[in-house]
């Protein structure tokens, strides 16, 4: 998400590293150019990464979406000493080896809360170490037209004395436009399945801006197969009713409500499971579907199967709200005025 927010503003991906193989090989289906680096980050040296950028020289942005299961609220085993939450250290190392021009970090929101703001702080002063002037913010996904709630902190380290504003909310109420909702998502183009069918043909012609603008020219429809599920699931499914919860100790696993942006995905693991229910067809969503909500384009081809996909888009950075902060950095980088709001009120906004 990161990368093709990225690329939509204008960025060139040089480098990606991840241990989850599945995930570089969707990076690799759809970012040709990009060189991979398969590995856990701790035991990747500098060098390593250095001989594997394209070109040579400082890259302009170093972009990370650390681990996120030790704050996430929606982590049953959530808990402060979770290793996975000091791989930021690595982003820090890497960051002060290459030098970038700027550096973005992205979490949960519960990091915030984690340890009394212990890892908030942690961060931001290792980013300030590094020489740059940090600036944190919690964003909501769907202020900016991404059909999902999705609420993330976000830390920019620019050179010092750059002038930095976290981009202005484009949709929400009192705003021009309002929140893009799942039906505008999913309920438009995309033709109805039952559970285990899928099909490579679109409904229709793309019909509103949003549809227009996450179609990309595409005339052949990608990963939009339907989960397999047994009839007392199906059953369960239709009998929900749209934003309710379809198991009682399940609470966030609900059946979508179409005329509302959809609550945060997440990746459900490697088992077999689907975390949110069609609004108006009795199965769960097809990886098209999650992609959608994410706010991927359709030309983004998501491999590994129903399950591997669902890790996929349940991870990642939604790529129109990576897209905003990358705007927002290459006219930084080229020396242009921008607009938007201080670090410091949205930090206000979350906490009230």
Not at 118 to 124: G, L, P, V, Y
Not at 167 to 187: D, Q, S
Not at 313 to 324: D, I, R, W
Request: proline share 7%; with cysteine; aromatic share 8%.
């Amino acid at each position: 998400g990161f990368s093709t927010g990225f690329e939509q503003a204008g960025f060139t991906t040089e480098l990606a590293v991840d241990i989850h193989p599945p995930s570089l090989e969707t990076l690799h289906k759809n970012h040709k150019y990009a060189t991979t680096i398969l590995g856990d980050i701790r035991k990747v040296t500098s060098e390593h990464i250095k001989e594997n950028l394209m070109t040579a020289g400082v890259p302009t942005v170093i972009t990370a979406g650390v681990p996120c299961q030790g704050f996430s609220l929606a982590n049953r085993k959530r808990h402060a000493d979770d290793k996975r939450n000091f791989l930021f250290k690595e982003f820090i190392r890497i960051a002060r080896d290459l030098k970038p021009t700027a550096v973005v970090l992205e979490n949960v929101s519960g990091l915030v809360s984690t340890r009394d703001g212990e890892f908030k702080n942690a961060i931001s002063e290792a980013i300030a170490e590094l020489g740059y002037e940090v600036h944190f913010a919690l964003l909501n996904a769907a202020d900016y037209g991404v059909p999902q709630k999705r609420r993330r902190v976000f830390f920019v380290g620019v050179p010092k004395g750059t002038k930095w504003f976290f981009p202005k909310k484009t949709h929400g109420v009192g705003l021009e436009r309002g929140y893009v909702t799942v039906e505008e998502a999913i309920l438009g183009d995309l033709p109805a399945l039952d559970a285990n069918e899928s099909s490579s043909k679109y409904k229709r012609k793309p019909k509103s801006d949003f549809e227009t603008y996450i179609r990309s020219g595409m005339d052949e429809l990608l990963n939009h197969q339907a989960p397999n599920h047994p009839l007392e699931t199906i059953k369960r499914i239709e009998e929900t009713l749209p934003g309710s919860p379809m198991y009682p100790e399940f609470k966030q696993r609900i059946r979508l409500h179409p005329s509302e942006p959809s609550p945060t995905q997440i990746c459900g693991g490697i088992r077999p499971q689907f975390q949110f229910g069609h609004p108006t067809q009795s199965r769960g969503l097809t990886i098209r579907e999650r992609a959608r909500i994410q706010s991927f384009p359709d030309t983004y081809h998501f491999t590994g199967g129903v399950t591997q996909g669902r890790v996929q888009t349940g991870n990642a950075v939604p790529p129109l709200l990576a897209k905003v902060i990358a705007d927002q950095l290459a006219k930084v980088l080229m020396g242009q005025e921008i607009s938007g709001e201080m670090g410091e009120e949205l930090q206000r906004d979350f906490f009230d």
